[in-house]
């Protein structure tokens, strides 16, 4: 009996040492656990964002910017330059942080701006006219030409008439023509905002795509006017 008890006691004091030393190591363990915060997550925790994300924003913010109407845009002009000089500030300081096809992407992104905003002095100082206006804007959309109309089920099909004369007239357009066919995708987009909610997700992803073909070519448009100027 005694020699069973001594045993025991003895099977429990090693196992009481090795749980003490698996205690240790897990602290030791612990201890050795570092974690190395960069600078530039450092810098993410502060601001709350990074500049990918500063970027992102840009893009968004400049997108939302394009399609509104002449008349909302030109009444908030001063606040849309002061906000577009910040979002550029913020990304500026951390430019080095980009990646080179985000550099790039910047870059054009200012140049993309720089466009919109002299086209909008440009038609504060010499308005279009009602009724020209009225002519662009049957030859733009056909039958959609009562923008205010347009029902949801019929957004997509207004958008590619849209495109359509756009890809077959474009090449033939002045400045002043763009201003015109600009200020009538601005009123597409504001009833397309509003009956946005009732579109289908194969409506909405159609109209993006047409969206953004119209920007890719009024900026290349834009291009070759500026280039056009420099000539001469």
């Not at 992104?109 to 002095?121: A, F, G």
């Amino acid at each position: 009996m005694f020699y069973k008890t001594m045993k025991f006691a003895a099977a429990l004091i090693v196992g009481l040492f090795l749980w003490g030393c698996e205690g240790n190591r897990t602290a030791e363990n612990t201890e050795e656990i570092t974690v190395d915060v960069p600078a530039d997550t450092a810098r993410v925790e502060r601001t709350g964002r990074t500049v990918d994300e500063r970027l992102e924003s840009l893009r968004g913010w400049m997108n939302e910017k394009v399609e509104r109407g002449d008349t909302a845009i030109q009444r908030e002009m001063p606040q849309i330059k002061e906000d577009f000089r910040q979002r550029s500030a913020e990304i500026e300081k951390n430019l080095d942080s980009l990646s080179a096809d985000s550099k790039v992407e910047y870059n054009r992104m200012k140049q993309r701006y720089e466009r919109w905003e002299n086209r909008q002095e440009r038609r504060q100082n010499t308005p279009l006219d009602a009724a020209e206006l009225g002519q662009w804007q049957e030859q733009l959309l056909r039958e959609f030409d009562d923008i205010e109309t347009i029902e949801p089920q019929s957004m997509r099909e207004a958008y590619l008439t849209f495109m359509g004369v756009v890809r077959a007239k474009r090449k033939n357009w002045t400045q002043s023509d763009w201003d015109y066919v600009d200020n009538v995708y601005g009123r597409l987009n504001q009833r397309r905002r509003q009956v946005e909610g009732q579109m289908s997700n194969s409506d909405r992803l159609k109209v993006r795509a047409l969206q953004a073909e119209y920007l890719t070519l009024e900026g290349a448009a834009d291009t070759q006017s500026m280039m056009r100027n420099m000539r001469n």
